[in-house]
Nanobody, 121 residues
């Protein structure tokens, strides 16, 4: 069983910063991609940032230059540094990993429980 535990959300003023963390635990053989999604009320869940096992990153256009995704493979942890936050960044942020629990197992997506980020104007 794979578990993802997120932390770091909260309330911040526009222009401020937050750092989200997501630690994966359980029976994990390998992790391919790790990333962050967000969902605002009334909106669909959208990809915010993703990082491959080789360190290649990609970002949603509106966060480029403001957010940075990184990972610590030794700790099975992914981070999202969010700077210059805007009210439109307000959402529940979800951690996502694509992982195997055994050598010949299929890659499977796992989700965190979500952490609220609120940016006040």
């Amino acid at each position: 069983q794979v578990q993802l535990v997120e932390s770091g959300g909260g309330l911040v003023q526009a222009g401020g910063s937050l750092r989200l963390s997501c630690a994966a635990s359980g029976s994990i053989f390998s992790i391919n991609t790790m990333g962050w999604y967000r969902q605002a009320p009334g909106n669909q869940r959208e990809l915010v940032a993703i990082i491959t096992s080789g360190g290649i990153t990609d970002y949603e256009d509106s966060v480029k230059g403001r957010f940075t995704v990184s990972r610590d493979n030794a700790k099975n942890t992914v981070y999202l540094q969010m700077n210059s936050l805007k009210p439109e960044d307000t959402a529940v942020y979800y951690c996502n990993i694509n992982a195997q629990v055994a050598r010949y197992d299929l890659l499977t997506f796992y989700w965190g429980q979500g952490t609220q980020v609120t940016v006040s104007s």
